[in-house]
């Protein structure tokens, strides 16, 4: 069974930083595309950004130069490292595995196939 735990949302201030974290079970990370998607109350799930199993990252235009992805294949752990983050980065982050071995970036939530539980994620001004 494969399952994807979120780990390190809270609160934070505006301009400060938060890490998540999500581990994998059941499978390896090293063939897949991890994603990161976010969901604010009543709005639809958004693409945040990904790294895929050659390195490369994608990021939505609204994160760019401030959330880096990472991810460490030996801890089959992916990581979100956000920086100068503003009130409305406040949502529900939810990290997302596909396995893909192609050159393609994923963006949408339904290429994914297994889902973490999400973490809150809340920006105070």
């Known amino acids: 069974q494969v399952q994807l735990v979120e780990s390190g949302g809270g609160l934070a201030q505006a301009g400060g930083s938060l890490r998540l974290s999500c581990t994998v079970s059941?499978?390896?990370?090293?063939?897949?595309?991890m994603g990161w998607f976010r969901q604010a109350p009543g709005k639809e799930r958004e693409f945040v950004g990904c790294?895929?199993?050659?390195?490369?990252?994608a990021y939505a235009d609204s994160v760019k130069g401030r959330f880096t992805i990472s991810r460490d294949n030996a801890k089959n752990t992916a990581y979100l490292q956000m920086n100068s983050l503003k009130p409305e980065d406040t949502a529900v982050y939810y990290c997302?595995?596909?396995?893909?071995?192609?050159?393609?970036?994923?963006?949408?939530?339904?290429?994914?196939?297994?889902w973490g539980q999400g973490t809150q994620v809340t920006v105070s001004s």
């Open positions: 997302a595995a596909r396995y893909d071995m192609t050159t393609a970036v994923a963006v949408r939530a339904s290429e994914y196939e297994y």
């Open positions: 059941g499978r390896t990370i090293s063939t897949n595309t």
């Open positions: 790294i895929k199993w050659n390195g490369n990252t």
